[in-house]
Each structure stands twice: as C-alpha cells, then as structure tokens.
C-alpha cells in the first residue's frame, strides 16, 4: 500500500549508508515534506532553528555556513538571519570558499564518489547508487553546490541522522535536519550565493 513503509531491516540497513552522507544526482522518491521521521529532532536548543541578529555584512539572500561554530544563517536583512544548526565535514573533508546553489533536489538520489569510496572502501557498496528516498543518506533534499558552472561534488542537504547535528562527521557536505533543509529549500533559489568559512 505504502511504497515508502520503512521496516526494522530497511531502517538498518539504510542506516549503513547515513554514516557516509556523500553527495551526488537526481531526484526522485516522495515530495518533500512527506517523510521527515517526526517533528524537527533538533534536541540541542542550541541548535533549534531561529532569527537571530547578523551583522555579517553579506546581502540578504546569501547563505553563510560556519563551520567552526556549527551553524548555517539565510540572511535575511536589517540585520538579521535565520540561523540553523548543521553537520559539517570530517576534519580535512570539508569545503571552504564561495560558491553558488547550481541545482536543486527534493529526494535525491546518492551516490559516493570516487574519493570517498578510496577513504572508505565499505562505501564501494553503494557505487551505483542510492535512489532518493526517505533511507537515503541526502535526506529530504539538496542544494549542489556549484563554482565556476561546475558541480563541486559538495551539498547542502538533509540528514536521517539528526544526531550528527552540530558534529563534524560527513564527507565534507553540510547537513541540516529534513525539516530545516526543507525551510532552506523553499527560501533559497538557485542562484543563491554560499560562503562556507
């Protein structure tokens, strides 16, 4: 009846890939907003999403990722912003610079890339892909991130591993929480400028 029903094993399984939180293709799955597991799971009030005062000088629009601090803001103007709190990348795997949203997804699908896969060789396992879905490790949806023209490989995407907010755990991708990737998604179009110091 529901081609989504998650079962013990698929949630097991599926989970496997969460820890890789890679980035890469299309959409497809269920329309965003359909699967989120429950209410926003961000228990560290630290983290809940919230307009908060921003002086960083960008224009409104842009979205500024710290990772150091653990927190993506959406400026919105006159001085303030919406700020999320966010997974970032492991050590030495993160992306740092400008760039624009070239692409956007609701329910990607995943697949490692070649690095990744070289890093975590029990990542070869998913090298055709993971389809979109709610056990897909890019969650509710994507942001790909572009420079130039050309897909960095990076994104800013939702997570099924909510607890992995405010860590530095990924494959060098910015995670957010699948309700707050979903407030993002609908906020920024492509085109949209993204620092991530």
């Not at 399984?13 to 293709?25: E, I, K, N």
């Not at 597991?37 to 009030?45: A, E, K, T, Y």
């Not at 224009?59 to 303030?80: H, N, S």
């Not at 990737?181 to 920024?188: E, K, N, Q, V, W």
Request: net charge positive; charged share 20%.
């Amino acid at each position: 009846m529901n081609k989504y029903r998650i079962t013990r094993r698929g949630f097991v399984l599926g989970g496997l890939g969460l820890v890789a939180s890679g980035c890469t293709t299309n959409s497809d799955g269920p329309p965003v907003g359909w699967y989120t597991f429950g209410s926003d799971p961000d228990v560290n009030p630290r983290y809940k999403r919230q307009e908060v005062a921003y002086d960083g000088g960008e224009p409104p629009g842009t979205i500024v990722v710290d990772t150091g601090q653990r927190y993506l803001y959406y400026v919105e103007g006159d001085g303030r912003a919406t700020r999320y709190g966010v997974a970032v990348g492991e050590e030495g795997l993160s992306f740092k610079g400008e760039a624009t949203i070239g692409h956007k997804a609701e329910w990607p699908s995943w697949k490692p890339t070649e690095d990744m896969m070289m890093r975590k060789p029990r990542l070869m396992q998913y090298a055709d892909g993971v389809p979109g879905g709610p056990l897909n490790p890019l969650g509710a949806a994507a942001l790909y991130l572009y420079q130039d023209g050309r897909d960095t490989m990076f994104r800013v995407h939702g997570t099924n591993a909510p607890w992995s907010i405010g860590h530095a755990v990924s494959n060098g991708c910015i995670r957010l929480t699948n309700t707050n990737i979903m407030d993002l998604y609908s906020r920024a179009p492509v085109g949209t400028r993204v620092l991530v110091i």
